[in-house]
């Protein structure tokens, strides 16, 4: 995990919007954490600032999520230039390209039965399925925080090292190893529009520090909710305040 001062030593190094790449999360930093992944709201006015961002940028903005794509699509459309879902599993590299997916190892389907079996027993947990593997929330149960996680390395550790916990917030999030958000911000670096730009990674949770490392390992720059900006409002703000008067 990076410390906070190599982050406030970080936001000094932001380029020209017309150098720069933009690469963020979706929940806990463009918009506030809900409940429930369903309960999430886009805030008036976050639409058009990505949209003068997306154009101040030259188009090298990207929404980089533990979500599925489609599902970023239904918040914020084709705002965005590039989506990544599911940290790097799925990535769109432009508007209506096609979705390209990463090779995954195959998740043995008795853990989705035994973790709908078990989730069953343990009121305000949730079981979310993705394309790699899945997501065990427990943000209305917190005590049953550490039975998820001891069966939960059980199964990884059943896998040999084909997949990994991850822990999230109010959650444990079973994927497929080397799949990442540093590896999705490796691929939209290696195309146009991000080539060739500064990027700069925003996130808020442990998911997002492969993002971050992969942006410090080229040079960019990142920040961290709620390390530089205390709430998802006020990165909001400042995100507004850097293309002011444009549009």
């Known amino acids: 995990m990076f410390g906070s001062s190599f982050t406030q030593d970080s936001r000094f190094k932001i380029p020209p919007l017309s150098q720069a790449a933009f690469l963020l999360d979706f929940d806990g930093t463009l918009v506030d954490i809900a409940p429930t992944p369903e309960a999430v709201v886009v805030p008036p006015g976050l639409l058009e600032t990505l949209s003068h961002l997306r154009a101040a940028c030259g188009d090298a903005l990207a929404i980089i999520s533990g979500r599925p794509i489609e599902q970023i699509d239904q918040f914020l459309g084709d705002v965005p230039f590039a989506v990544a879902g599911e940290h790097g599993v799925t990535i769109r590299h432009r508007p209506g390209g096609p979705v390209e997916r990463a090779v995954l190892p195959t998740m043995p389907q008795r853990w989705l039965v035994q973790a709908s079996d078990l989730l069953a027993t343990l009121p305000g947990t949730r079981l979310e399925h993705k394309q790699g593997g899945f997501v065990l929330h427990y943000r209305a149960a917190p005590e049953k925080a550490e039975v998820l996680r001891q069966t939960a390395e059980r199964w990884v550790r059943e896998s040999d090292g084909a997949f990994t916990l991850q822990p999230a917030k109010m959650a444990w999030e079973i994927r497929p190893a080397g799949v990442d958000k540093g590896y999705a911000v490796s691929l939209l670096m290696e195309t146009t529009p991000f080539a060739g730009r500064k990027p700069i990674f ?12 992969a942006v410090h390992r080229m040079g960019g720059a990142f920040f961290r909710i709620p390390a530089d900006f205390p709430t998802p409002s006020v990165f909001r703000a400042w995100l507004a305040s850097l293309v002011a008067g444009r549009g």
């Open 202 to 213: 925003v996130g808020d949770d442990v998911t997002d520090e492969d993002g971050m490392a």
